[in-house]
């Protein structure tokens, strides 16, 4: 194939969901272009890679003006006339150009930003979309995990675990289990109104809504009461992100959920009394990221999928860890956690080799790019978490899942075959 010539890359400072500064970037070549959004999370995993901000008063220091000009004198110069279609050459040139294990020297999300607007530029200077380019072979629709109330670091109430979501499953279509999805989100809104007041519908930084629950089953009790108004008891499971750095002590080594401490194996104990009574069958960082005793006592005592986030942060050195003790069956993959497409494919193909589930996610603050959809299809993950069906941020992935659905009439919703 003839190289495909990088002719200009160029960033800017653009606005997240949360009003939060971050990048954009386009790529063009000599013969299409690019387009890059970098999403933003609230709750961060300590080994996460570097997010390069200004500090100061602008922004509250938040600003990316730095980021930027990284990418547009340093990263531009780099690779300005460099075929577009090599991504493996294109993300070790800046690697290499940073020189650092985090991305702390151009920030990983100047990196990040010109690596994905290159992969996009490529696919359409190609004249095929991102996911095909990434994968000729793709052929799976993946099941969306939606968080339809927040807590944590995502809303303004008591509840510590961050997110409670819904899983449809049994359906043939993706179209199918959006439509449950979303049915079952405005029944929730109607349940939580009569329930609580006007206040419960608020909504949290990921579409979810943010009701004045304390309890940690109140989650649970509003949505089954939706799913039973809807008769879906077939079609909805549960899934959690607990976030525990949000409740954990690292002084005490307890977490406190609903004012009592609990040690890792009562928490333990705690998630094995939730799955008895709901029908969960996915749970994200059930521990604190460095609770490798947690991790593994859960990975190996429950039968249902368990997700690691901050404590893989999509890392494939810290991956290799958790494999080899034991930790987790399924990574959570976010992009910006790992600042490359190249680490970010490492990471998927490590974890498949292993027999362990992938989710392609999102973050909290996002961005109405929406590439995290190709590359969950593109990967053929099966699974791909990107909030509420509501917020333009949020369902501009899931209209993009349908137009890819709608393009290809043999690819499958694996909602049958989901492994646990």
């Known amino acids: 194939m003839d190289e495909i010539i990088i002719t200009d890359i160029r960033a800017r400072e653009i606005l997240d969901s949360r009003g939060n500064p971050t990048i954009g970037c386009d790529v063009k070549t000599n013969l299409g272009f690019g387009t890059a959004l970098v999403p933003s999370g609230a709750s961060v995993g300590e080994k996460e890679a570097f997010e390069l ?7 509250h220091g938040k600003g990316v003006e730095k980021a930027v000009r990284n990418v547009n004198e340093k990263i531009a110069q780099l690779l300005i006339g460099e075929n577009v279609i090599d991504q493996r050459r294109i993300d070790s040139l800046m690697l290499e150009a940073d020189n650092t294990k985090n991305k702390s020297n151009l920030g990983a999300n100047a990196i990040l930003s010109v690596s994905l607007a290159c992969a996009r530029a490529a696919a359409n200077s190609l004249g095929v979309p991102l996911y095909k380019y990434l994968n000729p072979d793709s052929s799976i629709l993946p099941v969306p995990l ?27 279509k993706f179209k199918d289990a959006l439509r449950i999805g979303s049915e079952t989100y405005h029944e929730l809104k109607t349940v939580l109104k009569d329930r609580y007041g006007k206040n419960a519908i608020n909504i949290g930084d ?3 809504f943010a009701p004045p629950m304390e309890n940690i089953e ?32 690292k002084k005490t080594e307890k977490y ?74 399924a990574l959570l993959l976010k992009i910006n956690q790992i600042g490359t497409i190249t680490e970010s494919i490492e990471a998927a193909e490590l974890a498949f080799k292993n027999k362990y589930g992938v989710v392609v996610s999102h973050r909290s603050g996002e961005t109405e790019d929406t590439s995290i959809a190709d590359i969950s299809v593109a990967l053929n993950t099966g699974q791909i978490k990107t909030g509420a069906p509501c917020r333009g941020e949020r369902v501009a992935k899931y209209n993009r899942l349908l137009k890819i659905e709608e393009e290809n009439e043999f690819f499958m919703y694996d909602s049958k075959k989901f492994k646990l």
């Open 53 to 59: 901000r200004d500090g100061g008063k602008r922004y």
């Open 146 to 172: 939606m968080n339809i109330i927040n807590g944590g670091a995502h809303a303004g109430n008591s509840l510590e675990f961050q997110e409670f979501m819904i899983m449809p499953l049994n359906v043939e």
């Open 206 to 208: 990921e579409g979810g």
């Open 218 to 249: 109140d989650p649970f009790d509003a949505i089954l009461k939706a799913v039973e108004n809807l008769g879906y008891e077939k079609n909805i499971k549960f899934a959690i992100d607990s976030a525990p750095s949000y409740f954990y002590d």
């Open 256 to 329: 406190t959920i609903g004012g009592k401490e609990y040690t890792n194996m009562e928490l333990l104990e705690l998630y094995k009394e939730m799955i008895s009574k709901y029908d969960i069958i996915s749970i994200e960082d059930p521990f604190y990221e460095e609770d490798y005793e947690g991790f593994a006592a859960i990975t190996k005592e429950l039968k249902i999928q368990i997700v690691g986030d901050d404590i893989f942060v999509t890392n494939p050195e810290l991956l290799k860890i958790g494999i080899k003790k034991g930790l987790c069956n």
